[in-house]
């Protein structure tokens, strides 16, 4: 009667929950009277009571009996008709219905009741759900009162589960045993969900994610109705993110250390160059300043004079060259007037040192001021490009535009030399720390950085800041 139950109405359970309670009852008062009164018929008829009885108290004794089977025959008449009989009816109704159901639902000629389509929507809806879902009702010993098909099915098993143990129909190993009894035994609100990690009787570990419901609205009830859902791969693809991000992170840090490293050697190299561009040029030329000042003859008008004028040219080299450095170094231009004025400045200043031709061209005549670790950055980039360009390209000059809207700053430094092969790296990374380091510093300001190239046609170098 238990899964009949399950297709009446709350209402309709109620009511015969309560005439199960009456006739239970009856029974039993039932079974006291019998008792009682098949106590007092064996003391009426015992031996010593027999051998005294006379005609009359033989009579009163089959009155009593008949008065006894009447009273018995009449409750048990009463308990059938007024009792059973409801419950009965209630339940021939049901499976009447059912089966008319089966037996009609592919007749359309003859309209269903609203009983019979409730009942058809909801034996739809069971059909569906046994076949879709993994769920289960068990008592509250843990032992499986209904499975569904397909639970049976994921499972595994082809036996009745029915009165098995729900953790041992799970996975055969005993401490996860333990781990879904503390499980349900925790369960005690409306809904609980859990995460189990088990393992399947071919060896197979699986997730899945159990929600518990107490059925405490039936009354008298004391099952729960188990939910399950098969999380296997949620959670393997959830490791395999938690591994790509380790191995990412790992990686980033091997990254950083690495560029930590270059820039170091790179500084060191730097130092190095302004040291011996020092020594060999400043230093030289102050070395001999000093022996020109000591040869001087002040005796001879004519050669002293002489000798001061090539000391005037020295100190006017020396000059271009301590600007040279101290501009390589921090260019004031760059504080003073700004990114555009800066690269202005340096374009001509490598064009009268190297005698290079490089060009400059303002387009839309940009002079805007940005954040000074913005504009450092973009100068060092240009300046990156330039120096790559006079020690690599063999051009025959280097243009540098400079062109902006209203969202972003665009320069671009074109040289006619020999190229490259951009196909040959799918990145920066081999490239040279030289285009490593100015795709960090773009990416450090949220700019972009793109390289075009072709053998013998020479080399473009993008650069898109955002002026937002």
């Known amino acids: 009667m238990g899964l009949l139950d399950t297709y009446l109405s709350d209402r309709e359970r109620s009511l015969l929950q309560k005439r199960r309670s009456k006739i239970s009852g009856a029974f039993f008062l039932l079974f006291v009277i019998v008792?009682?009164?098949?106590?007092?018929?064996?003391n009426k008829l015992s031996e010593k009571n027999t051998v005294l009885m006379?005609?009359?108290?033989?009579?009163?004794?089959?009155?009593?009996?008949?008065?006894?089977?009447?009273?018995?025959?009449?409750?048990?008449?009463?308990?059938?008709?007024?009792?059973i009989k409801p419950t009965y009816i209630t339940y021939l109704d049901l499976i009447t219905d059912l089966l008319a159901i089966k037996n009609n639902t592919h007749n359309s000629d003859r309209p269903l009741s609203s009983r019979e389509n409730t009942l058809l929507r909801f034996r739809e809806l069971n059909f569906a759900v046994n076949n879709a879902v993994l769920y289960a009702t068990i008592t509250d010993e843990n032992r499986i009162a209904y499975i569904s098909k397909k639970f049976e099915e994921y499972l595994g098993h082809k036996e009745d589960l029915t009165f098995r143990k729900f953790e041992e129909?799970?996975?055969?190993?005993?401490?996860?045993?333990?781990?879904?009894?503390k499980a349900l035994s925790i369960a005690t609100g409306e809904l609980v969900n859990k995460e189990l990690r088990l393992t399947n009787f071919k060896g197979d570990i699986f997730w899945i994610e159990m929600s518990i419901i107490n059925m405490d609205n039936l009354k008298n009830s004391k099952r729960r109705l188990i939910v399950c859902h098969d999380i296997t791969k949620r959670k393997h693809a959830g490791l395999e993110m938690q591994r790509i991000n380790r191995n990412k992170f790992v990686a980033e840090v091997q990254s950083q250390k690495d560029l930590s490293?270059?820039?170091?050697?790179?500084?060191?190299?730097e130092r190095k160059r302004i040291a011996k561009d020092i020594h060999d040029g400043i230093g030289q030329m102050l070395t001999a300043l000093r022996f020109s000042i000591d040869g001087i003859d002040f005796t001879n008008k004519a050669n002293a004079e002489e000798s001061l004028d090539s000391l005037k040219e020295v100190f006017g080299q020396l000059i271009k060259d301590v600007r040279a450095v101290t501009f390589s170094l921090a260019p004031p231009e760059l504080t003073d007037h700004g990114v555009a004025s800066a690269i202005r400045k340096m374009s001509n200043m490598v064009g009268n040192f190297t005698g290079h031709k490089v060009l400059y061209e303002n387009l839309s005549e940009f002079d805007l001021r940005l954040e000074m670790n913005t504009e450092i950055n973009i100068y060092r980039v240009v300046q990156e490009a330039v120096n790559n360009a006079l020690k690599y390209s063999e051009s025959t000059y280097i243009l540098i535009t400079l062109e902006n809207t209203d969202s972003y700053l665009k320069i671009k430094v074109t040289d006619d030399g020999r190229g490259f092969d951009p196909k040959g790296t799918n990145s920066f990374k081999g490239t040279g720390n030289g285009l490593r380091f100015m795709k960090e510093r773009m990416d450090y300001i949220g700019g972009e950085l793109r390289i075009t190239s072709e053998k013998n046609k020479g080399t473009t170098i993008y650069i898109v800041i955002p002026l937002d």
Do not use: P
């Not at 008792?35 to 064996?42: A, G, N, P």
């Not at 089959?62 to 009449?74: D, G, H, N, W």
């Not at 129909?169 to 009894?181: A, C, E, P, S």
């Open 54 to 83: 006379t005609q009359e108290d033989i009579k009163d004794l089959k009155l009593t009996l008949a008065c006894v089977s009447v009273f018995v025959l009449s409750y048990l008449g009463w308990i059938l008709f007024k009792l």
């Open 261 to 269: 490293q270059q820039i170091m050697s790179a500084q060191e190299g």
């Open 35 to 42: 008792i009682v009164m098949s106590y007092i018929i064996q």
């Open 169 to 181: 129909v799970l996975t055969y190993k005993h401490n996860q045993h333990h781990r879904i009894r």
